[in-house]
């Protein structure tokens, strides 16, 4: 800014050196560089004022947080009974692959197979009072399976085991298929000379006839 101003001073300076011989000239030109360098001076005042105003103002303001703010999470586990967690985890059972889960239903084992008919096993049932049968069979064979087409014969003894209990209220002691898959069973009257386990029976369900059946 005060080198525009001496430029100034200089041109008016300048001109004043070239017009000489007119009085007048001389004249205007010195009012000239006079007023050109107030002009000049005032400018450099005012840029003074508005720094200084704009250094005053950032001063003032204050100063700004160089530390965050952090933030201290509750504890998941505490020793004190009455604080709780802010937030629940529920870790998934570890997955047993030793065994079988109890809410799956694993298809039940056949030993043997004839036709549509799936035998599953001959055991006993009522502390040995009766002989049980478990079977799958397709449902159109429901209306076949009654007393006198499901039997047991010890092939030791050539004893038939074909009587069907019946239970007041309960009916006759057969649950007949009513679904593909179903797991069916049947109930026989275990009488002298008596069943024993580890015997060798056959085994009539309807048309299907299974030889040589151990019974459990």
């Known amino acids: 800014m005060f080198g525009f101003a001496a430029l100034l001073v200089g041109c008016a300076r300048q001109d004043v050196s070239e017009s000489t011989q007119d009085p007048l000239a001389l004249a205007a030109a010195e009012a000239t560089a006079i007023v050109q360098q107030a002009q000049a001076t005032a400018l450099i005042m005012e840029a003074r004022a508005q720094a200084t105003a704009l250094l005053q103002q950032a001063q003032s303001q204050p100063a700004l947080s160089t530390v965050s703010e952090t933030v201290t999470p509750t504890p998941m586990f505490t020793t004190d009974p009455n604080a709780m967690p802010t937030q629940a985890v529920i870790s998934p059972a570890p997955l047993d692959l030793s065994g079988t889960p ?75 298929p009513v679904q593909e898959g179903q797991r069916s069973y049947v109930m026989l009257v275990n009488r002298p000379p008596w069943l024993l386990p580890g015997a060798l029976v056959t085994v009539i369900i309807a048309d299907a006839r299974f030889e040589h059946i151990p019974v459990e």
């Open 102 to 176: 109890t809410n799956v239903v694993m298809p039940a084992p056949v030993i043997a197979s004839q036709g549509d008919v799936d035998l599953i096993n001959v055991t006993f049932a009522a502390d040995s009072g009766f002989i049980m049968i478990n079977f799958i069979a397709p449902p159109r064979l429901s209306s076949e399976l009654y007393q006198g087409r499901i039997s047991v014969t010890d092939e030791a003894t050539g004893e038939v085991y074909d009587e069907i209990p019946v239970i007041p209220v309960i009916g006759p002691l057969i649950a007949r």
